[in-house]
Protein backbone atom coordinates (compact mmCIF):
# COMPACT_ATOMS: atom_id res chain seq x y z
CA UNK A 1 0.00 0.00 0.00
CA UNK A 2 1.55 3.55 -0.73
CA UNK A 3 1.32 5.32 2.28
CA UNK A 4 0.79 9.09 1.73
CA UNK A 5 2.85 10.26 4.17
CA UNK A 6 6.01 8.51 2.84
CA UNK A 7 8.62 9.72 0.56
CA UNK A 8 11.71 7.99 -1.18
CA UNK A 9 13.46 9.52 2.04
CA UNK A 10 11.72 7.42 4.27
CA UNK A 11 12.36 4.76 2.86
CA UNK A 12 15.66 5.12 2.45
CA UNK A 13 15.70 5.53 6.37
CA UNK A 14 13.59 1.93 6.23
CA UNK A 15 16.21 0.41 4.17
CA UNK A 16 19.21 1.77 5.99
CA UNK A 17 17.58 0.67 9.18
CA UNK A 18 16.56 -3.05 7.62
CA UNK A 19 20.10 -3.86 7.05
CA UNK A 20 21.31 -2.73 10.63
CA UNK A 21 18.68 -4.73 12.11
CA UNK A 22 19.68 -7.91 9.90
CA UNK A 23 23.43 -7.31 11.08
CA UNK A 24 22.60 -6.48 14.89
CA UNK A 25 19.57 -7.88 15.78
CA UNK A 26 17.50 -10.69 13.98
CA UNK A 27 20.73 -12.76 14.43
CA UNK A 28 20.33 -12.29 18.21
CA UNK A 29 17.30 -12.56 18.84
CA UNK A 30 16.79 -15.91 20.31
CA UNK A 31 19.86 -15.66 22.70
CA UNK A 32 17.84 -12.45 23.75
CA UNK A 33 14.87 -13.83 24.45
CA UNK A 34 17.10 -16.61 26.55
CA UNK A 35 18.85 -13.82 28.75
CA UNK A 36 15.52 -12.31 29.53
CA UNK A 37 16.67 -8.75 28.46
CA UNK A 38 18.22 -6.68 25.39
CA UNK A 39 21.81 -5.60 26.13
CA UNK A 40 22.49 -1.85 26.28
CA UNK A 41 25.15 -2.80 23.45
CA UNK A 42 22.32 -2.93 21.57
CA UNK A 43 20.76 0.71 22.57
CA UNK A 44 23.84 2.23 21.94
CA UNK A 45 24.09 0.96 18.06
CA UNK A 46 20.83 1.91 17.72
CA UNK A 47 22.02 5.39 19.03
CA UNK A 48 24.98 5.69 16.63
CA UNK A 49 23.00 4.92 13.48
CA UNK A 50 20.62 7.61 14.44
CA UNK A 51 17.80 5.19 15.42
CA UNK A 52 16.94 6.19 18.57
CA UNK A 53 14.47 10.11 19.65
CA UNK A 54 15.05 10.87 15.62
CA UNK A 55 11.74 13.33 16.82
CA UNK A 56 13.45 15.23 18.79
CA UNK A 57 15.44 18.63 18.08
CA UNK A 58 19.15 18.84 16.30
CA UNK A 59 20.53 20.92 19.43
CA UNK A 60 19.17 17.82 21.72
CA UNK A 61 20.83 14.96 19.75
CA UNK A 62 17.98 14.32 17.53
CA UNK A 63 17.44 14.81 13.64
CA UNK A 64 14.11 16.43 14.16
CA UNK A 65 12.22 14.42 11.97
CA UNK A 66 8.59 13.44 11.58
CA UNK A 67 6.34 10.96 13.18
CA UNK A 68 7.03 8.91 9.73
CA UNK A 69 10.81 8.04 10.59
CA UNK A 70 9.19 6.65 13.86
CA UNK A 71 6.33 4.39 12.26
CA UNK A 72 9.19 2.76 10.27
CA UNK A 73 11.45 1.97 13.15
CA UNK A 74 8.64 0.55 14.95
CA UNK A 75 7.53 -1.30 11.98
CA UNK A 76 10.69 -2.77 11.73
CA UNK A 77 11.41 -3.54 15.45
CA UNK A 78 8.28 -5.32 15.36
CA UNK A 79 9.08 -7.51 12.41
CA UNK A 80 12.42 -8.82 14.35
CA UNK A 81 9.54 -9.32 17.20
CA UNK A 82 7.13 -7.77 19.70
CA UNK A 83 10.39 -8.56 23.04
CA UNK A 84 11.62 -4.74 21.07
CA UNK A 85 8.19 -2.94 22.20
CA UNK A 86 10.62 -0.69 25.07
CA UNK A 87 12.76 0.73 22.72
CA UNK A 88 9.01 1.86 21.20
CA UNK A 89 8.29 3.32 24.22
CA UNK A 90 11.42 5.19 24.79
CA UNK A 91 11.24 7.10 21.51
CA UNK A 92 7.81 8.15 20.97
CA UNK A 93 6.31 7.27 24.29
CA UNK A 94 8.68 8.55 27.26
CA UNK A 95 10.97 11.17 25.48
CA UNK A 96 7.62 13.15 23.57
CA UNK A 97 6.65 14.02 27.56
CA UNK A 98 10.15 15.68 28.32
CA UNK A 99 10.14 17.78 24.83
CA UNK A 100 6.84 18.65 25.44
CA UNK A 101 6.60 19.49 28.93
CA UNK A 102 10.48 19.65 30.25
CA UNK A 103 12.67 22.71 30.71
CA UNK A 104 15.31 24.09 28.81
CA UNK A 105 17.56 22.75 31.48
CA UNK A 106 16.05 19.13 31.98
CA UNK A 107 15.77 18.96 27.71
CA UNK A 108 19.96 19.92 27.67
CA UNK A 109 20.34 17.64 31.01
CA UNK A 110 18.73 14.43 29.79
CA UNK A 111 17.92 14.25 25.60
CA UNK A 112 21.38 13.87 24.34
CA UNK A 113 21.68 10.98 26.34
CA UNK A 114 18.66 9.37 25.39
CA UNK A 115 19.45 9.76 22.00
CA UNK A 116 23.11 8.11 21.97
CA UNK A 117 20.92 4.99 24.26
CA UNK A 118 23.30 6.16 26.91
CA UNK A 119 19.81 6.68 29.05
CA UNK A 120 17.22 4.41 28.90
CA UNK A 121 14.35 5.68 29.77
CA UNK A 122 10.92 4.42 31.42
CA UNK A 123 7.58 5.36 32.58
CA UNK A 124 5.75 4.16 35.65
CA UNK A 125 2.09 4.47 35.89
CA UNK A 126 0.88 1.21 36.81
CA UNK A 127 0.95 0.13 40.61
CA UNK A 128 0.30 -3.54 41.95
CA UNK A 129 -3.24 -1.98 43.27
CA UNK A 130 -3.68 0.32 39.67
CA UNK A 131 -4.39 -0.43 36.64
CA UNK A 132 -6.09 1.61 34.43
CA UNK A 133 -7.93 3.49 37.38
CA UNK A 134 -4.91 6.30 37.50
CA UNK A 135 -6.65 8.37 39.82
CA UNK A 136 -6.12 5.32 42.42
CA UNK A 137 -2.51 5.20 42.46
CA UNK A 138 -0.98 5.67 46.04
CA UNK A 139 2.47 6.61 45.48
CA UNK A 140 3.32 9.57 47.02
CA UNK A 141 5.71 12.30 46.71
CA UNK A 142 5.93 15.10 49.21
CA UNK A 143 7.63 18.55 49.08
CA UNK A 144 9.92 19.20 51.48
CA UNK A 145 12.01 22.48 51.32
CA UNK A 146 13.78 21.75 47.56
CA UNK A 147 13.11 17.87 47.18
CA UNK A 148 10.31 15.58 46.98
CA UNK A 149 10.34 12.58 48.68
CA UNK A 150 8.81 9.65 46.91
CA UNK A 151 6.90 6.59 48.92
CA UNK A 152 5.62 3.84 46.87
CA UNK A 153 5.91 0.75 44.43
CA UNK A 154 5.01 0.63 40.79
CA UNK A 155 4.82 -3.06 38.74
CA UNK A 156 4.66 -4.25 35.18
CA UNK A 157 7.01 -1.57 34.29
CA UNK A 158 8.87 -1.84 30.44
CA UNK A 159 12.31 -1.54 30.16
CA UNK A 160 12.33 -1.26 34.24
CA UNK A 161 16.03 -2.97 34.84
CA UNK A 162 17.31 -0.97 32.51
CA UNK A 163 16.18 2.38 32.84
CA UNK A 164 18.27 5.33 33.48
CA UNK A 165 15.66 7.90 33.90
CA UNK A 166 11.86 7.05 34.58
CA UNK A 167 8.78 9.79 34.38
CA UNK A 168 7.10 8.45 37.88
CA UNK A 169 2.94 9.25 38.34
CA UNK A 170 3.03 10.64 42.09
CA UNK A 171 0.61 12.31 44.19
CA UNK A 172 1.55 15.16 45.52
CA UNK A 173 -1.92 16.05 47.12
CA UNK A 174 -3.85 13.02 48.49
CA UNK A 175 -6.39 15.66 49.98
CA UNK A 176 -7.52 17.41 46.54
CA UNK A 177 -10.86 16.44 45.15
CA UNK A 178 -11.14 14.83 41.97
CA UNK A 179 -8.18 13.11 43.44
CA UNK A 180 -6.65 13.09 39.65
CA UNK A 181 -5.83 16.89 40.35
CA UNK A 182 -3.67 15.59 42.64
CA UNK A 183 -1.18 13.99 40.12
CA UNK A 184 2.32 15.16 39.25
CA UNK A 185 5.20 14.03 37.02
CA UNK A 186 8.76 13.41 38.66
CA UNK A 187 11.84 12.13 36.92
CA UNK A 188 13.46 9.61 38.75
CA UNK A 189 17.25 8.97 38.13
CA UNK A 190 19.37 5.85 38.31
CA UNK A 191 21.19 5.76 41.57
CA UNK A 192 19.14 8.52 43.77
CA UNK A 193 18.63 7.25 47.64
CA UNK A 194 15.33 4.85 48.23
CA UNK A 195 15.59 4.03 44.55
CA UNK A 196 15.39 0.57 43.83
CA UNK A 197 14.07 -2.85 41.43
CA UNK A 198 12.37 -5.39 42.48
CA UNK A 199 11.61 -8.25 40.63
CA UNK A 200 12.34 -8.79 36.53
CA UNK A 201 8.94 -10.09 36.18
CA UNK A 202 8.58 -13.40 34.70
CA UNK A 203 6.07 -13.05 31.61
CA UNK A 204 4.49 -15.38 29.44
CA UNK A 205 5.83 -13.80 26.32
CA UNK A 206 7.85 -10.75 25.57
CA UNK A 207 11.13 -12.53 27.40
CA UNK A 208 13.67 -10.33 26.78
CA UNK A 209 11.75 -7.11 26.88
CA UNK A 210 12.90 -6.02 30.69
CA UNK A 211 9.48 -5.64 32.52
CA UNK A 212 10.13 -4.99 36.57
CA UNK A 213 9.01 -3.53 39.77
CA UNK A 214 10.30 -0.33 41.20
CA UNK A 215 10.64 0.72 44.58
CA UNK A 216 10.42 3.91 46.34
CA UNK A 217 11.73 4.47 49.83
CA UNK A 218 11.82 7.70 50.97
CA UNK A 219 13.50 8.28 47.45
CA UNK A 220 15.04 11.99 47.01
CA UNK A 221 14.49 13.50 44.69
CA UNK A 222 15.39 16.86 43.47
CA UNK A 223 12.31 19.68 42.85
CA UNK A 224 14.15 20.40 39.74
CA UNK A 225 13.21 16.87 38.19
CA UNK A 226 9.22 18.07 38.60
CA UNK A 227 8.03 17.88 35.03
CA UNK A 228 5.19 20.06 33.80
CA UNK A 229 3.23 21.48 36.40
CA UNK A 230 2.53 19.98 40.04
CA UNK A 231 -1.01 18.48 40.02
CA UNK A 232 -1.37 18.72 36.18
CA UNK A 233 0.15 14.95 36.02
CA UNK A 234 -2.98 13.51 34.84
CA UNK A 235 -3.64 15.90 32.28
CA UNK A 236 -0.02 15.49 30.89
CA UNK A 237 -0.76 11.80 30.71
CA UNK A 238 -3.90 11.90 29.16
CA UNK A 239 -2.54 14.20 26.32
CA UNK A 240 0.09 11.67 25.33
CA UNK A 241 -2.29 8.92 25.06
CA UNK A 242 -3.06 9.07 21.88
CA UNK A 243 0.33 8.45 20.37
CA UNK A 244 1.11 6.12 22.57
CA UNK A 245 -2.08 3.59 22.00
CA UNK A 246 -1.21 4.19 17.96
CA UNK A 247 1.76 2.91 18.50
CA UNK A 248 0.29 -0.30 19.95
CA UNK A 249 -2.42 -0.40 17.30
CA UNK A 250 0.78 0.26 14.61
CA UNK A 251 2.92 -2.87 16.22
CA UNK A 252 0.29 -5.19 16.54
CA UNK A 253 -0.50 -4.30 12.60
CA UNK A 254 2.73 -5.67 11.68
CA UNK A 255 2.43 -8.55 14.00
CA UNK A 256 -0.47 -9.66 12.65
CA UNK A 257 1.07 -9.32 8.95
CA UNK A 258 4.32 -11.00 9.81
CA UNK A 259 1.70 -13.99 11.15
CA UNK A 260 0.14 -14.12 7.88
CA UNK A 261 3.44 -14.24 6.14
CA UNK A 262 5.06 -17.30 7.91
CA UNK A 263 2.04 -19.02 7.81
CA UNK A 264 1.64 -18.99 3.94
CA UNK A 265 5.26 -20.01 3.41
CA UNK A 266 4.16 -22.85 5.72
CA UNK A 267 1.07 -24.02 4.12
CA UNK A 268 2.68 -23.63 1.00
CA UNK A 269 4.97 -26.75 1.45
CA UNK A 270 3.54 -28.52 4.14
CA UNK A 271 1.45 -31.41 2.73
CA UNK A 272 -0.97 -33.51 3.96
CA UNK A 273 -3.05 -36.55 2.67
CA UNK A 274 -0.16 -35.86 -0.48
CA UNK A 275 -1.16 -32.15 -0.93
CA UNK A 276 -0.10 -28.98 0.21
CA UNK A 277 -2.27 -27.82 3.05
CA UNK A 278 -2.76 -24.71 1.23
CA UNK A 279 -4.96 -26.45 -1.65
CA UNK A 280 -7.38 -27.37 1.05
CA UNK A 281 -10.44 -25.10 0.90
CA UNK A 282 -10.65 -24.70 4.77
CA UNK A 283 -6.83 -23.10 4.92
CA UNK A 284 -7.95 -20.97 2.05
CA UNK A 285 -10.90 -19.43 3.55
CA UNK A 286 -9.25 -18.98 6.94
CA UNK A 287 -6.47 -17.40 5.56
CA UNK A 288 -9.14 -15.26 2.93
CA UNK A 289 -10.67 -13.75 5.88
CA UNK A 290 -7.44 -13.18 7.62
CA UNK A 291 -5.79 -11.07 4.79
CA UNK A 292 -9.17 -9.24 4.54
CA UNK A 293 -9.04 -7.99 7.84
CA UNK A 294 -5.03 -7.54 8.16
CA UNK A 295 -5.47 -5.04 5.21
CA UNK A 296 -8.84 -3.40 6.17
CA UNK A 297 -6.94 -1.98 9.16
CA UNK A 298 -3.63 -1.17 7.50
CA UNK A 299 -5.91 1.21 5.64
CA UNK A 300 -7.62 2.59 8.65
CA UNK A 301 -4.25 2.71 10.70
CA UNK A 302 -2.27 5.15 8.05
CA UNK A 303 -5.54 7.42 7.53
CA UNK A 304 -4.89 7.85 11.44
CA UNK A 305 -1.09 7.84 11.40
CA UNK A 306 -1.30 10.73 8.44
CA UNK A 307 -4.49 12.66 10.16
CA UNK A 308 -1.92 12.32 13.76
CA UNK A 309 1.22 14.09 11.67
CA UNK A 310 -1.35 16.70 10.82
CA UNK A 311 -1.87 17.13 14.81
CA UNK A 312 -5.15 16.02 14.61
CA UNK A 313 -7.29 15.05 17.91
CA UNK A 314 -8.36 11.92 16.09
CA UNK A 315 -8.70 10.15 20.20
CA UNK A 316 -11.52 7.96 19.50
CA UNK A 317 -10.63 6.96 16.00
CA UNK A 318 -6.88 5.23 17.43
CA UNK A 319 -8.98 3.95 20.77
CA UNK A 320 -10.90 2.06 17.73
CA UNK A 321 -7.30 1.08 16.29
CA UNK A 322 -5.96 0.12 19.23
CA UNK A 323 -8.62 -2.20 19.67
CA UNK A 324 -9.38 -3.96 16.22
CA UNK A 325 -5.50 -3.83 16.09
CA UNK A 326 -4.74 -5.83 18.97
CA UNK A 327 -7.82 -8.42 18.64
CA UNK A 328 -7.15 -9.13 14.69
CA UNK A 329 -3.78 -10.26 16.02
CA UNK A 330 -4.46 -12.09 19.10
CA UNK A 331 -7.10 -14.12 16.64
CA UNK A 332 -4.71 -14.17 13.85
CA UNK A 333 -2.26 -15.97 16.17
CA UNK A 334 -4.29 -18.67 17.11
CA UNK A 335 -5.92 -19.12 13.82
CA UNK A 336 -1.89 -19.16 12.73
CA UNK A 337 -1.02 -21.84 15.25
CA UNK A 338 -3.62 -23.59 14.34
CA UNK A 339 -2.84 -23.74 10.76
CA UNK A 340 0.94 -25.20 11.42
CA UNK A 341 -0.34 -28.18 13.32
CA UNK A 342 1.87 -29.64 15.75
CA UNK A 343 4.67 -27.41 14.86
CA UNK A 344 2.82 -24.19 15.67
CA UNK A 345 3.27 -25.62 19.41
CA UNK A 346 7.43 -25.84 19.06
CA UNK A 347 9.41 -23.38 20.50
CA UNK A 348 11.45 -23.96 16.60
CA UNK A 349 8.82 -22.06 15.15
CA UNK A 350 7.79 -18.59 15.32
CA UNK A 351 4.14 -18.62 15.56
CA UNK A 352 5.14 -19.88 19.02
CA UNK A 353 6.78 -16.94 20.31
CA UNK A 354 4.34 -14.58 18.44
CA UNK A 355 1.47 -16.74 20.21
CA UNK A 356 2.78 -15.77 23.36
CA UNK A 357 3.66 -12.48 22.68
CA UNK A 358 0.83 -10.96 20.92
CA UNK A 359 -1.98 -11.04 23.76
CA UNK A 360 -0.58 -8.09 26.44
CA UNK A 361 -1.01 -6.02 23.25
CA UNK A 362 -4.76 -5.98 24.38
CA UNK A 363 -4.09 -4.92 28.22
CA UNK A 364 -0.88 -2.30 28.37
CA UNK A 365 -1.99 1.34 27.20
CA UNK A 366 -5.27 0.92 28.65
CA UNK A 367 -7.30 -2.38 28.56
CA UNK A 368 -9.34 -2.99 24.92
CA UNK A 369 -12.32 -2.91 27.24
CA UNK A 370 -11.64 0.75 28.43
CA UNK A 371 -10.75 1.17 24.66
CA UNK A 372 -14.57 0.54 24.55
CA UNK A 373 -15.49 2.99 27.03
CA UNK A 374 -13.84 5.87 25.31
CA UNK A 375 -15.45 4.79 22.09
CA UNK A 376 -18.94 4.72 23.98
CA UNK A 377 -18.35 7.98 25.89
CA UNK A 378 -17.14 10.01 22.85
CA UNK A 379 -20.45 8.93 21.20
CA UNK A 380 -22.42 10.37 23.39
CA UNK A 381 -24.05 7.33 25.06
Request: with cysteine; proline share 2%.
Amino acid sequence: MNDTYITEEHELFRKSLRKFLDKEAYPYYSQWEKDGMIPRAFWRKMGEQGFLCPNIDEEYGGSGVDFGYSVIINEELERVGSGTIGIGLHNDIVIPYITTYGTEEQKKRWLPKCATGEFISAIAMTEPGAGSDLASIRTTAIKVDDHYVLNGEKTFITNGMNADLVIVAVKTDTKVNPPYRGISLVIVEKGMKGFTRGRQLNKVGLHCQDTAELIFDDCIVSSENLLGEEGKGFYHLMERLQQERLIVAIAAQIAAEEMIRMTTAFIKERKAFGKAISSFQNTQFKMAEMVTDVEMSRAFLQKLIHDHMKQKDIVTQVSMAKWKCTENARRIATECMQLHGGYGYMEEYEIARRYRDIPVASIYAGTNEMMKSIIAKNLGL
